[in-house]
């Protein structure tokens, strides 16, 4: 007589146990991706006809959103960063401020697209190079006492060392983004999966992993805002 199947028998019919965690962070990146897609796409449009209308300004806020919605293939980034490129060497002349606005805003919007890489280093690099005698130039024509007279150089040295700072990410900083971003997805996961019994019951390992989630929550939002 065939012996009754026990829950252990069961449950070793189904999924191995870490594909759990696996399928949750590979749907999470899945909708974080799809929806930075979206945005990026949405916030480059409403940009493109802002500058179409001639609302500069509003323009390269929205073109900075479009670059801070990253994804490696996001079809619209490099559209964006070059849009606000264009816009900063075009109106460096005339209008050193929007200049400046366009410049800046592609160097923050790519900064906060950094994760485990920087998008676009190179374009971070230009913008940290031409905004101080931009911004000096800004200073000038709005009688900033620091731009005028002895103190000018020493000002221009200041902006220029204030935009030197590397704004690349190391290899711990990453490591640490990678590793906080898997125990925290991971934690949620077990703590659901083995931190309940069958009858319902929370278990005392449901809070250990809860607490490792905690941990990697706290590692990855650490690390992304040192980093």
């Known amino acids: 007589m065939t012996e009754p199947a026990t829950q252990a ?11 759990w965690p696996a399928l949750a ?18 916030s480059y449009a409403r940009a493109v006809a802002l500058e179409t209308a001639g609302d500069l300004w509003r323009a390269v806020d929205e073109y900075r959103w479009a670059l801070r919605w990253y994804t490696p293939w ?3 980034h490099g559209d964006a960063a070059q849009a606000l490129r264009d816009l900063g060497h075009r109106h460096a002349a005339a209008d050193p ?8 805003n592609l160097r923050s919007g790519l900064i906060a697209g950094r994760s485990l890489w920087q998008p676009r280093a190179d374009l971070v690099a230009m ?12 200073a000038e024509r ?24 590397p704004v690349g990410v190391g290899p711990l ?3 640490a983004v990678a590793l906080g971003f898997v125990l925290w997805i991971t934690g949620i996961v077990l703590a659901v999966r083995r931190g309940v019994d069958a009858a319902g019951r929370w278990l005392p390992s449901g809070w250990r ?19």
């Open 127 to 138: 913008c940290s190079e031409q905004l101080p005698p931009l911004l000096l130039r800004v």
């Open 74 to 76: 996001g079809p619209d």
């Open 9 to 19: 028998d069961v449950a070793g019919r189904g999924w191995p146990s870490w594909l």
């Open 25 to 42: 962070v590979t749907v999470i990146l899945a909708s974080l991706a799809v929806r930075s897609t979206i945005e990026q796409r949405q």
């Open 173 to 175: 900083t990453s490591a």
């Open 142 to 165: 709005r009688g900033d006492p620091r731009a005028v007279g002895p103190a000018k150089t020493a000002f221009l040295a200041q902006l220029t060392a204030a935009y030197a700072r």
């Open 209 to 227: 992993w809860l607490g490792a989630s905690t941990t990697g929550f706290a590692v990855w939002a650490l690390a992304m805002w040192l980093g």
């Open 97 to 104: 401020e929007l200049a400046v606005q366009a410049l800046d």
